[in-house]
């Protein structure tokens, strides 16, 4: 346990981004599962909604620094890549 008055503050902001970021990542992987089912549907234009709404969130969680940037990236590629073999089918 720290004894140092500015590592407990650390430890305190710490834990309550751990909890914050938890609860993003979390979502996001909700997201993209609904994505993908919207997709199973074959309904083409609410799949395309639920992309954007899936990039978004994603861009959001790597602009406040919960996602590296190429994490998000490569989420979102790969998202767009089931969605375009589904289209295909």
Known sequence: MANIQSQIKRNRQNERRR???KAVRTRLKTEAK?????????DL???RSAYRKTA???DRAASK????PRTAAR???????RLNARQGE
């Open 65 to 68: 620094g919960v996602l590296h």
């Open 19 to 21: 909890v914050r970021n």
């Open 45 to 47: 234009e609410a799949a």
């Open 56 to 58: 978004r969130e994603l």
């Open 75 to 81: 989420r979102k590629s790969r998202l767009a890549k």
């Open 34 to 42: 609904r994505t993908l089912e919207v997709a199973e549907q074959g």
